[in-house]
């Protein structure tokens, strides 16, 4: 079983910073792209940030400029630093993971969630 647990989520001040975690662990041989969706109260998940297992990546506009993220494969741990953070920032983030476990079959994974909230 392979399980995403994230970290770092909060309450921050508008103008403030954070960053979040998210480890894998568990039978996962290896990972290809990881990623940090977000859901606010009322609307969809949205994409806000996605790492390849190469290093490319890809941002919402709405983050751009203000959220970077990064991963430490070694660590199998995929991180989002969250700068100049608005209230509109604020909903819960989940962490996203794809690759194959110790079996060779393609796996998905979510985490639970982190909840971030920034106040004006």
């Known amino acids: 079983q392979v399980q995403l647990v994230e970290s770092g989520g909060g309450l921050v001040q508008a103008g403030g910073s954070l960053r979040l975690s998210c480890a894998a662990s568990?039978?996962?041989?290896?990972?290809?792209?990881m990623g940090w969706y977000r859901q606010a109260p009322g609307k969809q998940r949205e994409l806000v940030a996605a790492?390849?297992?190469?290093?490319?990546?890809n941002y919402a506009d709405s983050v751009k400029g203000r959220f970077t993220i990064s991963r430490d494969n070694a660590k199998k741990t995929v991180y989002l630093q969250m700068n100049s953070l608005k209230p509109e920032d604020t909903a819960v983030y989940y962490c996203?993971?794809?690759?194959?476990?110790?079996?060779?079959?393609?796996?998905?994974?979510w985490g639970q969630g982190t909840l971030v909230t920034v106040s004006s």
């Open positions: 996203n993971a794809d690759g194959e476990d110790s079996r060779y079959r393609y796996l998905e994974v």
């Open positions: 568990g039978s996962i041989l290896s990972i290809n792209a």
């Open positions: 790492i390849t297992g190469g290093g490319s990546t």
